[in-house]
Nanobody, 124 residues
């Protein structure tokens, strides 16, 4: 079982990108979903998460006010809208699902399904 992330690319500072994550089955519509990122030479870090029903979300301080996470459970998709991008947002972005999670968890360890990642590059 693997999540499929897409939408990465090259964008200039201040630009926008929209990442999407497709989940393979209806069960995922009940799981909390999250986005994480990993820059070269750095550890994977939390970006945003959304609860199974979409009623709650959490964001890393570094992206709050610029990124928005949403989900469409009818289509089994989760989206990360990224605006006002900065060079420090450059990373491989991963979507993940927490089948045992509650709410919108920030902790990477709570996620047990992962996608392969999509590269986001923000040029200065």
């Amino acid at each position: 079982v693997q999540l499929q992330a897409s939408g990465g690319g090259l964008v200039q500072t201040g630009g926008s990108l929209r990442l999407s994550c497709a989940a393979p089955g209806r069960a995922f519509s009940t799981y909390p979903m999250g986005w994480f990122r990993q820059a070269p030479g750095k550890e994977r870090e939390f970006v945003a998460a959304i609860s199974g029903d979409g009623g709650s979300s959490n964001y890393a301080d570094s992206v709050k006010g610029r990124f928005t996470i949403s989900r469409d459970n009818a289509k089994n998709t989760v989206t990360l809208q990224m605006n006002s991008l900065k060079p420090e947002d450059t990373a491989v972005y991963y979507c993940a699902a927490a089948s045992y999670g509650v709410g919108a968890p920030r902790d990477l360890k709570e996620y047990n399904f992962w996608g392969k990642g999509t590269l986001v590059t923000v040029s200065s």
